[in-house]
């Protein structure tokens, strides 16, 4: 007791003191202080052996300085330590035997509610074995019921199916019609368009918008109407196979269900004593239908009407095509006769004028070889008459050298002066007519031009029309191949 006392003084009241007065450890406390009680006497009715860990708790308390005193210096109030009578697990002995009567209560109750439940899951089983038996009866006699249903939605699914498919079949040809059709329009376009690029290299004033360019244009807006037309039932005859597919695939999958359900229903067959009858435990819990009796025939009867209203729009799509191809082709055939007319007209109005310029071509060149002897002459005139007027010239300049009064005015002077100016005036006549005949030979010189380019016009336009475009227009699409049949 005292070495515990002074070990508790030391260690509250010397915080700071030296290490050998703090408690020893835990394994230490427990070694040293075995078979020792504590400082304050312990109840009676307490009979557990000391715990030195309830102990060691207590001592760790951090402690609370006393207050300061002359008489408390150095020293502390002693702190008692916890009673272990005041720990939260402590039963006593009525406790004890309460919780030990519960549990037999318990245990008695699960007996008598096993026994219980016993007999009745026995009743209980002889009056669902009669129930069963009756169940199993009906559900067989319900399932040939629906055999017989399955059987006779098959063959109506058959027959509608063989339906559509021929339908399908039926359209698709058309289909492939259509398309070789609509191929060959595009021959007969590119024609089109040949011939108007081959008039776009026509020349000077050929170059113009005639009935031939005009009939060009209507048949190209003819071509480009045709095959609008017939890719907008392309695209519907598409449309339409794609609807009869779906319902074909419709009537497929609803009659390969039903072949699959007719194969898996015959298993009414079955008995308690078949084989192959195993237990899916479980699986009564399991509702996996989709539909009632009512429902599962109007699922049939709605798939067949629809195919059926597939194939009457199939069957009227496909008329209407058959009908479109023979009115497009021979739409086509009018048009592509209209401007071989036109072609035919403007190839002889373009030879005609082209003969009028050959034969105006031809008396120009003849009046400008007449125009350049008329030019040889006069100069051969001008050439004549040069020498007597360089003679009287010379005259005149001689007499200018006579000696004083022998510088007379006389009558031979004066008639060479009038002679030098008669022939001055008729070089200068002769000399003005050599410029307008050769203003008139530059004149026709340029009409010949002229009229040279416009006959090399005429005959590029007659090669344009004639060779290039009539050429070309051989090629144009029969009315068997702008029907798409070959």
Not at 354 to 368: C, D, G, R, S, V
Not at 375 to 381: D, F, G, R, S
Request: glycine share 2%.
């Amino acid at each position: 007791s005292r070495l515990t006392s002074s070990a508790l003084t030391a260690m509250y009241a010397h915080p700071r003191s030296t290490p050998t007065r703090f408690l020893p450890a835990i394994n230490t406390v427990a070694s040293s202080y075995k078979n020792c009680f504590p400082y304050f006497p312990l109840p009676q009715s307490f009979s557990l052996p000391w715990m030195p860990t309830a102990y060691y708790k207590a001592a760790a308390i951090n402690p609370a300085l006393a207050p300061f005193s002359k008489n408390s210096q150095g020293s502390t109030s002693s702190r008692k330590l916890p009673s272990v009578s005041t720990r939260t697990n402590c039963y006593t002995p009525d406790d004890w035997y309460r919780a030990n009567l519960t549990n037999y209560k318990k245990s008695e109750t699960c007996w008598h509610n096993a026994e219980h439940l016993t007999v009745d899951t026995s009743r209980m089983i002889k009056g669902k074995y009669q129930r069963t038996r009756k169940a199993q009866a009906e559900s067989t006699k319900n399932l040939g019921r629906h055999v017989n249903d399955t059987e006779f939605w098959k063959a109506e699914l058959c027959y509608e199916l063989n339906e559509i498919i021929g339908e399908t079949n039926g359209l698709t040809d058309v289909k492939k019609q259509l398309e070789r059709a609509l191929a060959e329009t595009e021959a007969t376009f590119q024609v089109t368009q040949e011939c108007l690029l081959h008039r776009e290299k026509r020349m000077g004033i050929d170059l113009v918008h005639d009935d031939v360019e005009k009939q060009l244009f209507v048949e190209a807006d003819v071509i480009r109407s045709c095959q609008e037309r017939m890719q907008q039932h392309l695209d519907k005859a598409k449309t339409q196979i794609a609807s009869n597919r779906r319902a074909q695939h419709e009537l497929e999958r609803d009659l390969a269900n039903k072949q699959a359900a007719y194969r898996i229903d015959k298993c009414h067959n079955l008995r308690n004593t078949s084989k192959g009858i195993r237990y899916y435990r479980g699986v009564e819990r399991v509702n996996a239908t989709i539909s009632v009796p009512e429902s599962w025939a109007k699922f049939a009867d709605n798939n067949i009407l629809h195919s059926q209203s597939e194939r009457v729009a199939s069957a009227k799509l496909r008329a209407y095509i058959e009908n479109l191809l023979v009115a497009v082709a021979n739409e086509m055939w009018r048009q592509f006769n209209r401007v071989n007319v036109a072609f035919t007209h403007h190839i002889a109005e373009t030879a005609n004028a082209k003969n009028k310029i050959q034969t105006h071509l031809a008396k120009t060149l003849q009046e400008i070889s007449q125009t350049k002897a008329n030019i040889e002459e006069i100069q051969t005139a001008i050439r004549h008459i040069q020498p007597p007027l360089k003679v009287a010239q010379t005259w005149l300049d001689k007499c200018t050298w006579r000696p004083d009064i022998e510088l007379c005015r006389n009558t031979a002077q004066l008639r060479l002066v009038d002679e030098v100016h008669e022939t001055d005036e008729t070089i200068q006549s002769l000399q003005e007519r050599l410029r307008d005949t050769n203003g008139m030979l530059q004149m026709l010189v340029h009409a010949k031009s002229v009229l040279e380019h416009y006959l090399a016009v005429k005959g590029n336009s007659l090669f344009i029309d004639q060779e290039k475009c009539m050429g070309i227009r051989k090629t144009f699409p029969s009315a068997v191949q702008l029907m798409g049949y070959i």
